[in-house]
DNA sequence: ATGCGTTCTGTGAACGCTCCCAGACCCGTG
DNA sequence: CACGGGTCTGGGAGCGTTCACAGAACGCAT
């Protein structure tokens, strides 16, 4: 981070203050809007600061004010779920959408390596922000070390193992995998497979623990495939690998949507029918359920009210309110794939 | 806005230099890792930082020093767009690299409203970035103007129609829907369609402008339907729409892959063969590109290279070095879909 | 006249840091 | 012994705001 100092001079408070030949403490109130202040003196301030191009130092104001105005929103993940997972704009529209009625600015820090890893830490610690969203943090993370350590109000989408004590927003993975996985089995089939993804998280963790838990006596641990990411990559893949293990499968289940479309294909790619022959499910409701032909049988997940609550929590903080961690509901979306 | 003030007080570089018996000024020199700090002095002030749990304030610094070390990169798409378009996920991971080696720290700003867009006009000109990456400007955008009027170091992405003298990294999208639909029509075909897209934008107009080009007299003003935005929805009813006022087409040029993705699915609904009833391109060479099947004829743009550049404009400005506008190469990529 | 409440204005004191200058100290050399 | 040069430390000034307080000016009732 060098610099060449050739910025020019930006106009304070003070040549206002002097333009319109009236003190600082005028023309604060007038750029605050605050009240006690006259007619005469609100337009000659006015004047002066289109004269000078006056533009608030927001820096100067935050030092002072103790806060800034802004909520960090951390997402770390690597390169292709930024593109893949459908899931991350949603959460953070919502997210956006309560902060900006709340008037606060979303600034969004990606984290892409371990040297991004510090910088984001020291941002979140360094008072730029007054509190912190974060996305998909993972088993000791050092962020949510930083966020723990500092006291900074956050609040985690998703629900981080080893971290207690924070608030967060999820839903229940283990609940819906089971169900969506019952529902499959509710067709009739007795051969039934996963793809699980992303397992060094919770919600990759939970999905398998469900999946386990609906199949019962008929589960069979060659049957599952890991890999670490939810792409349709992966899906295809994994169901390459699955129809290897056992060409007689007659239904899986896909960790994600993306998953799920990648595994549609390598079925159809093979002439198996699906539903007729192999029966698939995923998880997201995402675009990519309703691209698929036929149509994927999924769990509804509210990624939008994730990122709202998320958000809302945060403020809560902020404001001295209590902050409770909350499971959303989920629902399954029964269509043509099973 | 609001706030309950009982964030507990942080401990600052005074709290430090007494604790450790030293002077603010070697606490500084030590925390900013300078040169003429004795070893007896630097151990007592990292003790003392731990002892009463010091994290620097960076408002304060960013204050003094007249420069915050984030450059922002703003992202003003309609909703759905964040999800469905992928250049925008590899512009965000480009301009990170870049910026992270540079130890800058890029702060992502979305705008979803007119309200944001104040929001972010404010925040970036408040000084608390040292400049910005500008993704997807319209016409008249109010940021495009605040970014002009207040000299912010700053770089487009694309070229926006209307706002001159900025600099811009873009690819040319008028040669290289040329020369898809050049190839495209190479294959024999004649009665060929266009589904175009996103017309109040720069990237909209060219590829429209650069298929006309190449269609020449076989250009034929009803084969063009418009939509709003790159998606795969429009894309299926756009193919749609084309087939009801031409049912013999023998060829589209999708304006992105993901309306290409969307104009296969309604072909092939409708039992036309790719390529052999209907030949079809796309343009993006995203991940849709390789999911289709057949997979996607389409124009290579880097779109990570896009964002790259465009960060390391904004930083030749912040150094004062010269930051010319650019124009990336683009390829055509020949697979199955025509 | 005096007092009181309201509106309006100016100013000193922060906020927490960096920068720079002055001075102390130490060492080796002429 | 004086001197120059390097190393180390302390502290004043200043970054551009907001905030609290003091005081001026005014109208109105006592």
Known sequence: MESTRTRIRRATINDVASAAGLSRGTVS????????VSEDAKLAVEEAILKV???????????????????GLIIHEPHSLLFEDPNIGSILLGANAVLSAAD????????????????VADYLQGGLVDGAVIVSARESDPIALAVKNLGVPAA?????????????????NAAAAEAITSHLLGTGRTRVGMIACALDRDSGQDRLAGFKAAMGELFDPELVVEYPLYTY?????????????RPDLDGVFAASDAVAAGAMTALQETGRQVPGDVGIVGFDDSSWALRCRPQLSTVRQPADLLGERAAELVLAQIR???SPAEVLETSVMWRGSA
Do not use: W
Not at 29 to 36: C, K, Q, S, T
Not at 53 to 71: C, E, P, T
Not at 105 to 110: A, D, E, G, H, K
């Open 320 to 322: 001295g309110l209590p």
């Open 104 to 119: 606060y600015q979303l600034v969004t820090l990606i984290i892409d390596s371990a040297r991004d890893s510090r910088r």
């Open 233 to 245: 990559g992966f899906g295809l893949e994994g169901m390459q690998e699955l129809l290897r293990r």
């Open 29 to 36: 109130r007038v750029v605050n809007g605050e009240r006690y």
């Open 156 to 172: 985690f989408v998703g629900h981080p193992p080893g971290i207690p004590d924070i608030p967060y927003v999820a839903i229940d």
């Open 53 to 71: 191009g006056y533009v608030r130092n927001s820096v100067a104001r935050n030092l002072v004010r103790q806060q800034s105005g802004a909520i």
